[in-house]
C-alpha cells in the first residue's frame, strides 16, 4: 500500500462558458492560440471542483461532475466542434467506415470464447457478440472467464485460420478504406484534427497573477491543507491495512473496513483531509505500524512522448489510473496496424526498465504496462518484425540474465531458499511467458536482419541453459539430520516454464537451413 500526502489547491472565479469558448475562439482566428490557454483555464478550475474540504469525512467524498462536466469539458468541445458536440459527433461518426475490427476490452469477469479449430493460439478470443454472430459457433470452442485486460481479435486476420470476421464486423471490411481519415473532416472543424495535445498540466498550480484581489474565492481562505492517500499494493493483508487505518485515523472498524475495501477496488483512498501537521503524524503512524517483521510499510509521500512518459510512470500510478491508461492504449492504438506497430518499438525499447520496475512493484503483473506484452508480441507480423529490426529476443534474454546473474555461484545459478530475493526472480520469470509469444508463430520467410536478431537470441538462450545445468544440486545428506529441505521449488518453476520455449526454439531453427547451420556452431 502507498500513502500519498498532498496539498489541496485553491481556485478563483472564471468566465462562463460562452464568454471562455468566445475567447479560445478569437485568439484561434487570430493565430494566438495555444494549448496553453488550456492548461491556464484548468489550472483554475480543476483545484475549485475537485478538492477537498478540511476535516471532511472522507467517506462521504463527493464531487460535482455536473459542474466538472459544465465548466471543464463542455467549453472544450464546444470549441473544438465549433457547435453543439453532440451533433458535430453524431455527423463524424457518419463519416466513418463500419468498423471491420471489434477491440472490445474486457472487464474482469466477462466471458471470452476461444475456438480450437480456428484460432492461431489460445490467447485469441472473441467477446460474447462476436462469438454469437460467427461461424466459430458451431465449431469446437472454449468458454473462459476473463481477467481484465485483453480485447476482442474478431476481424484480425493474424488471430484467425478461417472464418476472421463475424457477421456484424464483416461489413466494415466490405468498405473501401480510405487512405487518411482525417481527409473526411470538413475544413470548418480543423481543430478536431489539432495536432498540439491538450495536456493538463503537471501541477496545479496557481500562478501569483491569479491571486488578484478581486478574483479570490472563499477557498482562498484555506491555509495548509493537505490530504492524505493510501494507496493499494499486494504486500499488505487486509486486515493489516484495516488495523492500521484504526489506529491512524482513529476511527471504527466498520469504517476502517470501507476504506481498505475503496483502496483495493479503485486502487487509492483518501483517508485524512486536514492541515500539514496532522496529516504528516498520519502518514508517520502508517509507516511505523506497517514496517514490522522486515515487510516493505505502507510508503507515504508528501504531497518523451506521451506514451513513453507512461511506460516509465506506470509503477508510480496508482490501480485505476494503470488500468485505464491499458485499456487506452488497447481500444486506442492497438486497433490500428501502424499504430500498433509504432507502439510495439517503443514498448520493446523500454522494456529492461518496465520489467526492472515491476521487480520492484507491489502490484500484480495484470495491472503493470508489461501485461500488454501479450497483446503485441502474440501477432506474427509484429513479432518477426521486433526480432529482425528491434533485437527484442536479446532484450528479453539480457534483462533475464541480468537477475541471474545477481544469482551466480561458481557460474551456476544458487537460489537460496527462504531468500528475500525468491520474490524479484518468481516475477521476473514473466520474461519467459513473453519469449514464448514472440516464438509462438515460426517464419515463412527469412530474412538476413530476421536470422541476425534470432541467432543472437539464441546464443543468450544458450548461456541461460548452462546457468542452469547442475544448478542447486540435491546432495545426500550423511552424518547429522537434514533440519531444513534443500530448495528444489524455483528451479523445477525455471525448467517448467522454458520448456514451452525450447521447442519452439529448434522449430525456429529447423525452419531454415542457414540458421539451424550457424545454430549447431
Known sequence: MDCYLLQAEDDMMDPTVAELVERWDTLHKEGRFSALNVRDYWRIKVPEIYSPLPNCNCLRILFDEEQAQKMLFDPLERFMCAGDPTQVYQMVKQLDNPPSLCGRVFKNGDPTYGCRDCGMDPTCVLCADCFKNSAHSKHRYKISTSSGGGYCDCGDREAWKTDVFCDIHVKGQMVQQSKNPLEKIPPDMELLTYEEGFSIPKDLEIRESDREPTNLSSLYD??????????????????????????????????????????????????????FQHCSQTKSTMEKQTSRGGVRPLKVQDGGTIVESIIWTDTKMWKTARVQWHRLFISGMLMDQESKKMFARTFTKHYSKMMKDFILDDHDHSVSVASLGVQLFTMPTIAHMLVAEEDVLARLLNTFLSECDKKLKDNKLALEHRSSNTSSFRRIQYI??????????????????????????????????SMMQSMDPMVRQVGTHMEYEPEWESAFNLHIKLASVIPLVTEWAASDRIVLLKAYR
Open 222 to 275: 484555506i491555509k495548509d491543507t493537505y490530504v492524505t492517500m493510501l494507496y493499494n499494493d499486494e504486500t499488505h493483508t487486509y486486515d493489516q491495512v484495516i488495523n492500521t487505518l484504526e489506529k491512524a485515523i482513529s476511527c471504527s472498524q466498520k469504517d476502517a473496513v470501507a476504506f481498505a475495501t475503496s483502496i483495493d477496488r479503485e486502487g487509492r483512498c483518501i483517508v485524512k483531509c486536514s492541515n
Open 432 to 465: 519467459l511467458y513473453d519469449l514464448k509469444y514472440l516464438l509462438g508463430v515460426k517464419p515463412e520467410v527469412w530474412t538476413d536482419d530476421l536470422r541476425k536478431g534470432f541467432l543472437h537470441g539464441y546464443s543468450l538462450l544458450l548461456r541461460l541453459l
